[in-house]
């Protein structure tokens, strides 16, 4: 179908679109002002680096090095990135590792003190996680409530992971149900904030 053939009501499908007009950022001292809702996550908000180690029965322990973003822009969510790379012993990278991306946001909860989270995570692996859990400080406890997958996804059935600021560095431990194991250790890391 040419232009000319468009009807007159969707010609102006066709015209230049300026890039996204709304700036987003992971450093709080510039962009938007952060949303109130979101201040129970605001030490997450930035951009972290580290390394961390891993294991699932049936598999060999692996290391790797992370890299995540919690980005915001304006409105009452943060967006997620997180990308890791398998490591050596000496810490040179080996090759691409797993990536995830989503959204965090606090929902009202009946105890104020201890603010709700969701959280919704996409794998480029077929598989969706729907977290639900609590913000305690500096601590946040998320638990699945529903895992969606593809027919050609790993058989991951639950996951739960915990998050803390330790002395300037956001630590993780993450476990997982899959392939037919129980709740089981899979990840754990130590990433320093490198913007924020």
Known sequence: MSERDVPEQFAST???VEPYPFEETDDLRRGPNLHDDLLPLLPLVGRWRGRGQGGYPGAEDFLYAQEVAF??????FLRYRARSWIIDADGKAVRPAAQETGWWRVVRGEDPRRPEVEVLLAHPTGILDLYYGHVD???IEIATDAVVR???AKEVTAGKR???LVDGALMYAQE???EGNPMTPHLSASLTRVVG
């Open 71 to 76: 980005l915001h822009d304006g409105r009452p």
């Open 162 to 164: 915990l998050y803390g």
């Open 150 to 152: 593809s027919p050609q």
């Open 137 to 139: 400080g500096t601590r």
């Open 176 to 178: 997982m149900a899959a």
């Open 14 to 16: 066709f015209d230049k």
